[in-house]
């Protein structure tokens, strides 16, 4: 059936995440999305707001977070983390900020990602973050409500 969201997904080519952004969440999702205990794929969440890229952490630089390994690209990097984890973490866990705010949690790409109102936020795909970008208030509070009940369900 389409829905009204599944059109405005389709409008901003986003057809290939239809499909998992529909979806429902598992019961019982961590509270940081990681492949293999790694969070963001691999990539330093500082690097976003120092140098406004992703950039990919080192396994030499490291610090656990929520259950999850966090890679950074230098010691610095690391130290400014681990001195205010909560300014450089990416919202929700570092699923789908989008996702969230629809109720329910997705995957990331360390490319679909913003920086809203000081706080890291990241997305499925860039599609995805095109829909998220439409209402970034409206998503952050829809989400904010719904984290980390998300979680859950």
């Known amino acids: ?29 961590p509270p940081v999305y990681a492949l293999n205990g790694i969070a963001i794929n691999g990539y330093d969440p500082v690097a976003y707001f120092t140098e406004s890229k992703p950039v990919e952490g080192s396994g030499d630089f490291t610090s656990e977070w929520d259950g999850a390994i966090i890679q950074f ?24 900020a989008y996702a969230v705010s629809k109720g329910y949690t997705a ?3 360390p490319d679909a990602w913003s920086i809203y109102n000081d706080r890291l936020y990241l ?15 409206g998503h952050v509070a829809s989400a904010d409500a719904n984290w980390p009940s998300v979680l859950s369900q």
């Open 123 to 137: 997305n499925y795909s860039k599609s995805v973050r095109a829909l998220w970008s439409l209402n970034k208030s």
């Open 107 to 109: 995957s990331t790409d």
């Open 1 to 29: 059936m389409l829905t009204r969201r599944n059109f405005l997904m389709a409008s901003v080519a986003a057809v290939p995440a239809v499909a998992l952004i529909s979806a429902p969440a598992h019961a019982a999702e």
């Open 73 to 96: 690209a230098s010691a610095e990097n690391k130290a400014l983390f681990d001195g205010d984890p909560e300014k450089y973490a990416p919202k929700y866990g570092g699923y789908c």
